[in-house]
């Protein structure tokens, strides 16, 4: 089986500050891998590196496209990366704000990704919004408002939908319940492990939230200081840490 | 007698000009940057378009400037005037009888020729401005042919209106390739951008200019079910009974009065002369 998404010793320095350095891995389809790391470990930036945010110093990212195979994304032109981040890609940021138009409709927002590929059926993207909007329980009836006028929680549902409605393959996500309240925290990630387990979604998850990749992960990687320190399955790295970092993780997290 | 160099610019600005204008034409519906000057008038009063102009000027030329239509309005009235002490040209109202016309919001309604330049004044020549305001963003839309934002402002017209509300600056693209801001120009006009003349738009403070070359193809943007529409207001002129023109809404009294008249005051007035008379026209032996 080819891998979705094969990581190859990727690195980013910010001078002689190292920011990522030699991190590999694959990612199967229907997989999703969770980042964890304290703040400073380098998992935005290695997140930000596989999206194409960020240029990496070295490395490959390999993808499987759907017409040509696998293929360096790092070594593609700017229009085919772009094409790919907005059809087979899709990017949750941390701050809905950064991944919304925040002055433009919730139907319009989910319907930017369809017109931008060459949708131009009005009610076509109409019906899709609204279904969307609809899978990530945004009532109908909010459809034209505008996301300043919704809850972080519900601009956060909105900013996946805007995502996933074209059907994307690998979806990245910075700390997607950042900022919010526990209760709405639990919700969105009820949502998230359907979405991804409904439309079997790759996912890399990046976060500080241990309860989030133990919901959401099938694998871990667990970065401090831009390398990786020890990777396996959720359960296995939690249940059962071996490097001194993870053991450090998982005893700082709080029990009520 | 003038101080004036011909046309107010000196021939180094008239050149650096013309070169951005090839340009233009060269790539239909491009922003090329210019080095634009600081003319006697405000931005926003049509600096662009007078530099486009006065680099095209020749001494034989016929100038004809409209602001909405109209020959007589302030704008037109002082940049014919302009150019009557700087370049002693010679002036028209009649839109056949010009060589350059210089506009403001209209395009004539007789059919221009392939003997014309028209001159556009634009204040803002990014169509892409009020959907993503920074520069390196929308250049970069621009080269990567990246345009489903522009879409997302018709979606957001019909999702709060119903329909397309756009009623002037509608974005078309040129030539199967570029985006391009027609300058406030309404709706109604879209259709005469695939013109027999050369068309050239001049944006001061914004420092660009673009163009149409005769004969290229002029897109509206639109969607399958929602598709462009050249709107204008549902009568016929007042004055000349044409209903095929755009018009102006005049409030004539405190008591709801209202005519509609032609923008384009030469295409009326010729109508008139023609003997075409409207609902409110003056009766003939009032006259």
């Not at chain 1, 408002?145 to 996933?164: E, T, Y």
């Not at chain 1, 439309?199 to 990046?206: E, F, K, N, Y």
């Not at chain 1, 992960?217 to 020890?230: C, H, I, P, T, W």
């Not at chain 2, 016929?236 to 209202?258: F, K, M, N, P, S």
Request: proline share 6%; aromatic share 6%.
């Amino acid at each position: 089986m080819t891998p979705l998404l094969a990581v190859k010793s990727i690195a980013k320095s910010y001078g002689g500050r190292i920011g990522c350095s030699d991190v590999s891995f694959d990612l199967y389809p229907g997989e999703v891998m969770g980042v964890v790391g304290e703040s400073g470990s380098g998992k935005s930036t290695l997140l930000n590196c596989l999206a194409g945010h960020l240029a990496p110093d070295g490395g490959e990212v390999l993808f499987d496209t759907r017409a040509d195979g696998p293929r360096d994304t790092l070594q593609m032109s700017e229009p085919e990366r772009r094409m790919l981040s907005r059809t087979d890609w899709a990017f949750v940021h941390q701050n809905p704000r950064d991944g919304l138009r925040m002055n433009i409709s919730a139907g319009g927002n989910v319907g930017e990704r369809l017109m931008a590929v060459g949708a131009r059926h009005y009610d076509g993207i109409r019906n899709k919004a609204e279904d969307w909007l609809g899978r990530v329980e945004i009532e109908v009836d909010r459809m034209d408002d505008r996301p300043s006028a919704f809850s972080g929680g519900m601009q956060q549902r909105l900013q996946i939908a805007r995502n996933l409605v074209t059907g994307p393959r690998l979806v990245f996500m910075d700390e997607p319940t950042g900022g919010l309240d526990v209760s709405v925290q639990a919700r969105l990630l009820d949502l998230l492990r359907g979405l991804v387990r409904d439309l079997g979604l790759s996912a890399i998850i990046v976060t500080h939230d241990l309860a989030v990749v133990r919901l959401l992960a099938d694998r871990l990687m667990v970065m401090k200081s831009g390398r990786v320190v020890e990777s396996g399955l959720t359960d296995q790295v939690l249940d059962d840490p071996q490097h001194a970092h993870t053991q450090l993780l998982v005893s700082s997290v709080l029990h009520v | 007698m003038s101080n004036y160099n011909f046309a107010y610019l000196d021939e180094q600005t008239k050149r650096m000009i013309r070169r951005a204008i090839l340009k233009g034409i060269a790539i239909p519906g491009y922003q090329v940057p210019f080095a634009s000057r600081e003319m006697p008038m405000p931005y926003g009063w049509g600096t662009g378009g007078v530099q486009v102009t006065a680099a095209c000027l020749t001494p034989q030329d016929t100038l004809k400037v409209i602001d909405q239509g109209a020959d007589d309005t302030t704008n037109a009235v002082s940049i014919r005037k302009f150019f009557e002490k700087t370049a002693q040209v010679a002036t028209t109202a009649h839109t056949n009888a010009a060589t350059i016309i210089q506009t403001r919001h209209r395009i004539p309604e007789a059919p221009l020729t392939e003997a014309q330049i028209l001159v556009y004044q634009v204040p803002i020549p990014e169509p892409l401005r009020f959907l993503e305001p920074r520069e390196t963003e929308t250049r970069k839309m621009h080269a990567l042919e990246d345009y489903g934002l522009m879409h997302v402002k018709l979606y957001e017209d019909i999702a709060r209106h119903g329909h397309i509300a756009t009623a002037y600056a509608y974005p078309v693209k040129v030539e199967d390739r570029y985006m391009m801001d027609p300058s406030p120009i309404p709706k109604f006009d879209n259709p005469k951008l695939e013109s027999a003349a050369i068309q050239l738009f001049g944006a001061g403070r914004e420092q660009r200019i673009y163009a149409i070359p005769p004969y290229t193809k002029v897109v509206s943007l639109d969607f399958e079910d929602y598709p462009f529409e050249a709107s204008k207001a549902d009568h016929a002129c007042d004055l000349c009974g044409a209903d095929h023109t755009y018009l102006d809404e005049v409030i004539v009294d405190d008591a709801g009065g209202r005519m509609f008249v032609c923008s384009d005051t030469d295409f009326c007035a010729a109508r008139q002369a023609d003997g075409h008379r409207g609902r409110l026209s003056p009766t003939e032996d009032a006259a």
